[in-house]
């Protein structure tokens, strides 16, 4: 299927939040008017510690294959796709974070990510 990246899974924290573009107008006398649109899914993905000149390495790789207009899959939980469906996403504008608590740090602190399911 092309290149892919293998990210990490040190006790990674994520949060999914369901959205949806559906557009939805009350009027004055209380009815409710809309036109449906589009389910989609936000991810915001934080590894507690990455390890230096390892790590940092493949999320550089990914920011730097996909910046912000190239599409790509994620799967969340491989042993788990019918709970958890395979993404197709982007990366939003800002990407890892890279804070140490020194330049020796061989290990950095709450690094992350957020996609945008795309379609």
Known sequence: MGVSTELPDYELTYNVVYNTADVERLS????????KMY????GAFIFPWVVREVDDVAL???????????????V??????SHYPVWYCKLEKTCCD?????????????????IREVF
């Open 39 to 42: 389910n989609y899914r936000v």
């Open 76 to 81: 969340q939980f491989p042993d788990k796709i």
């Open 60 to 74: 550089i790789e990914l920011w730097e294959t996909h910046t912000t207009i190239r599409p790509f899959y994620v």
């Open 98 to 114: 890279f804070t140490g608590d020194n330049a020796n740090a061989q290990i950095y602190s709450n690094v992350g990510f957020n």
């Open 28 to 35: 004055d006398s209380g009815q409710l008017y809309g036109d």
